[in-house]
């Protein structure tokens, strides 16, 4: 069964280091998405992507994030300057919208640790 | 923001018995619902869903009921396997497939053998 995949699996990162995690979406897919999780928390929702821009974005996803779809399989999410609270694993969804509504299907996530 | 919430943290089960976990939701405007399994050091794994003009939604040992007066989700699991062991997350977007999942904080259900 087609998969998303997360690359690295844990990024070790100084603070204000700036830092790309990628992820390669199932390969019809036409709606990405990322999510974080801080560590005993709910899964939050960051930012969804769809034709090359950005669909929507939430109160977390500032200026020192980024997203970006730099060819036509990896999507990438960069923060430009790393803060502890930054700490989180990170997940990209994607999902199909073509036809009937369908579900979002996520990769096994980056640990991102800022130190 | 607690627009999804599952009350119960955890949940224990004895193996072959039915496991139900609860969802409640206050956003009139949520059109999906769905449930995830998550494994450590695993992203969640979609399981079911349901759309809000359904009360029923049924995939083999698993079934989500929706009550959308009561703003109420269950996931019914029966029977319970040691494999079914992991953290349950209800989340519901809006009616395009595109929107967000807004995600509850997670029931961890443990299969007793």
């Known amino acids: 069964e087609p998969e998303v995949t997360q690359t690295p699996s844990h990024q070790v990162t100084q603070m204000g280091q700036e830092v790309i995690l990628r992820c390669v979406p199932i390969?019809?897919?036409?709606?990405f998405y990322w999510y974080r999780q801080i560590l005993g928390q709910k899964v939050e929702f960051l930012v969804s992507?769809?034709?090359?821009?950005?669909?929507?974005k939430s109160e977390i996803f500032d200026d020192q994030f980024s997203v970006e779809r730099p060819d036509g399989s990896n999507f990438t999410l960069k923060i430009r300057s790393t803060k502890l609270e930054d700490s989180a694993m990170y997940f990209c969804?994607?999902?199909?919208?073509?036809?009937?509504?369908?579900?979002?299907?996520f990769g096994d996530g980056t640990r991102l640790s800022i130190l | 923001d607690q627009q999804v919430k599952q009350n119960s943290p955890s949940l224990s089960v004895q193996e072959g018995r039915i496991s139900i976990l609860n969802c409640d939701y206050t956003n009139s405007m949520f059109d999906y619902f769905l449930w995830y399994k998550k494994y450590p050091a695993e992203g969640p794994t979609f399981l079911i869903s349901i759309s809000s003009i359904k009360d029923k939604n049924e995939d083999g040992r698993f079934t989500v009921f929706l009550n959308k007066s009561a703003k109420h989700l269950s996931l019914h699991i029966v029977p319970s396997q040691p494999g079914d062991s992991a953290v349950y997350f209800c989340a519901a977007s809006g009616r395009f497939g595109n929107e967000k999942l807004t995600f509850g904080t997670g029931t961890r259900l443990t299969i007793i053998p």
């Open positions: 992507f769809y034709n090359n821009e950005i669909s929507e």
């Open positions: 390969s019809n897919h036409l709606y």
């Open positions: 969804a994607s999902s199909d919208r073509e036809g009937l509504w369908q579900p979002q299907h």
